[in-house]
């Protein structure tokens, strides 16, 4: 399997702007989806975006136009930029990844965004 970590987390203000970054070791020449998801307080985990081994991309509508995920050349760290955050924006993100066969799932530990009105 693929171990993950999340990094870049912290306390913004509204508006501002914050990169986060899942660094990923193991069997990474298996997968063939990365994403980031996140968790509020009382609600359920829920998609902020997906990019596949080719480089398409999915965004949920929360973050269109103001998030954008993306990947280094050597696929090996993955990043979600942040921008124009909200306080409705505040959650545990998790990175995510995928792997073959039959799309077995990693999980990193989360890091904390909190977005201040």
């Known amino acids: 399997q693929v171990q993950l970590v999340e990094s870049g987390g912290g306390l913004v203000q509204a508006g501002g702007s914050l990169r986060l970054s899942c660094a990923a070791s193991?069997?990474?020449?298996?997968?063939?989806?990365m994403g980031w998801y996140r968790q509020a307080p009382g609600k359920q985990r829920e998609l902020v975006a997906t990019?596949?081994?080719?480089?398409?991309?999915n965004y949920a509508d929360s973050g269109k136009g103001r998030f954008t995920i993306s990947r280094d050349n050597a696929k090996t760290t993955l990043y979600l930029q942040m921008n124009s955050l909200k306080p409705e924006d505040t959650a545990v993100y998790y990175c995510?990844?995928?792997?073959?066969?039959?799309?077995?799932?990693?999980w990193g530990q989360g890091t904390q965004v909190t977005v201040s009105s």
């Open positions: 995510n990844a995928v792997q073959s066969p039959f799309a077995r799932e990693s």
């Open positions: 193991g069997s990474i020449f298996r997968v063939y989806r």
């Open positions: 990019i596949t081994s080719g480089g398409s991309t």
